[in-house]
């Protein structure tokens, strides 16, 4: 076979622009040349077809949402590390290393406050910690000045800010369902360096007015390793550099605000350092512990006052309903004090339990009073019955007291001396010397009794007396002392 347009060497026809020969009548070194030569026209015939005027191959033209999205810088041959170089530098100094401090911008975002522990004094944060700074070693060539975005992976290969959080008791990175880390470079080297963190850090808590009250915590960052002359720290964005939630919400406190601060820190050892502080304010709920603590301890005092209205002839009912508010109120401090931590100081709720206990023991130590006091009374009674009886025997006259008349009561005790007993003259008159000298004594000591004080005197006399006044001051006392708690602590 030979090219079209030429005379064929060997006898034969034109055929379709060829000369068609004689293959059996050729050597075999020309058959096998002409073999090769025959390959090489069917590989040729199967490559793409250039245009003539520009050499380019001939490929079918990419949709529009395909250029939209075309990334050279993403999607580049070769791998990352290479397109980054990150082989021909020592990643393990700082950026610009002996030069001025490099700058590193920070923002937060909060995604939930998931924890307040007031036994512990912490608080438990989940959010999304970012890193800005410029890296000169990972800028790349890029004609469309797109970014590149790795995973964890790379992270471990350059140079990352070394922040840790202060005060903190636990910490880690999420990994489900990989490590929750994202890099991302720009062509000219600066560095976007993402993370999602929970958190457990110290928060000092002031107690002193608990349950109303308001706390303050914060979450500090601040870097291990580089003082402010080689690492300087900032919020990227001032106060916008923390951005919160709208649904973060606690079951025991309202978030009042979240605020940003910083200033540097220092070490005696190791230098200055720049800190920065996520500062938020909790206000807490008073409804739960107005249901729990401080309704029961008001119903326990208002129950201590029945015993008021009840006889005081009832001893088991007054005894038992005294000891019950009191054990009640006892467990109530109880349940109070095992929620909270063991501080060295009074607590609001501390002083509005304790005052209320004693307002139910003093309830119990007034029925105290009054029995005894009844007691004493009716044993003086009991006495003064047996040493001078009631002469009730002596004609056109009325029994006579102390003061020279004679009582109901001492007239009813006769009815044990038989009617018929008539006492003789001279009996008569001995007992009539004898009641008008009692007389004369109790009307003197009546007298000093007056100067002394009539109404204090009254009031032992007649223990019913305790028990009316008690209805009266003790509600009084209770509600003043409510005014002024609840005034001073809320």
Avoid at 467 to 487: C, G, V
Wanted: hydrophobic fraction near 40%; include cysteine; charged fraction near 20%.
């Amino acid at each position: 076979m030979v090219e079209p347009g030429k005379t064929c060497p060997i006898e034969g026809h034109w055929k379709a622009g060829c000369c068609i020969v004689d293959i059996d009548k050729m050597p075999y070194f020309t058959r096998l040349i002409l073999f090769l030569f025959c390959l090489m026209v069917l590989v040729e015939s199967r490559k793409p077809r250039r245009k003539r005027w520009t050499g380019q191959l001939e490929m079918p033209k990419p949709s529009n949402s395909y250029k939209k999205n075309l990334d050279m810088t993403k999607i580049g041959t070769g791998k990352p590390q290479q397109l980054l170089r990150v082989d021909d530098h020592d990643f393990s100094m700082r950026p610009a290393f002996g030069g001025p401090a490099i700058p590193v911008g920070v923002d937060v975002q909060v995604e939930s406050l998931d924890s307040i522990s007031e036994v512990d004094m912490d608080f438990t944060m989940t959010l999304y910690l970012r890193h800005y700074w410029k890296d000169e070693r990972l800028a790349f060539p890029s004609t469309s000045n797109k970014s590149m975005t790795f995973d964890g992976r790379l992270v471990k290969k350059i140079w990352v800010p070394d922040v840790f959080f202060v005060h903190s008791k636990r910490s880690f990175i999420h990994d489900t369902t990989t490590d929750n880390i994202m890099l991302r470079v720009f062509p000219d080297g600066h560095v976007l360096y993402s993370m999602r963190i929970t958190v457990t850090a110290m928060c000092n808590m002031d107690f002193s007015h608990f349950p109303l009250d308001s706390q303050t915590c914060s979450l500090e960052l601040e870097s291990y390793a580089y003082t402010d002359e080689d690492l300087m720290l900032y919020w990227k964005n001032g106060d916008e550099s923390l951005k919160t939630d709208e649904k973060i919400s606690l079951s025991q406190f309202l978030i009042q605000k979240f605020h940003t601060t910083s200033r540097l820190a220092f070490y005696s050892s190791t230098g200055w350092y720049n800190r920065l502080y996520i500062n938020f304010t909790l206000h807490r709920h008073i409804f739960f512990f107005l249901l729990q603590t401080y309704f029961p301890a008001t119903l326990m005092v208002m129950l201590s006052w029945v015993s008021f209205w009840i006889d005081h002839k009832a001893v088991p009912a007054r005894v038992s309903l005294g000891i019950t508010t009191v054990l009640t109120m006892s467990t109530i401090i109880t349940g109070v004090n095992a929620s909270m931590p063991r501080v060295s100081y009074i607590k609001a709720v501390d002083i509005y339990l304790w005052v209320s206990f004693v307002f139910v023991f003093l309830s119990v130590l007034e029925y105290a009073a009054v029995n005894y006091l009844t007691t004493v009374q009716e044993w003086k009674e009991r006495k003064l019955r047996e040493k001078v009886p009631c002469m009730c025997g002596m004609p056109h006259s009325k029994t006579m007291m102390l003061d020279g008349s004679c009582s109901e009561s001492e007239a009813n005790s006769l009815a044990g001396y038989p009617r018929n007993h008539i006492l003789t003259e001279e009996e008569k008159q001995d007992k009539i010397v004898v009641h008008l000298a009692l007389g004369s004594e109790s009307s003197s000591s009546r007298k000093r009794g007056l100067l002394k004080g009539q109404v204090g005197l009254r009031l032992f006399q007649n223990t019913h007396a305790i028990d009316k006044y008690s209805r009266l001051i003790f509600p009084a006392s209770y509600i003043f002392f409510n005014l002024i708690y609840w005034s001073v602590f809320s």
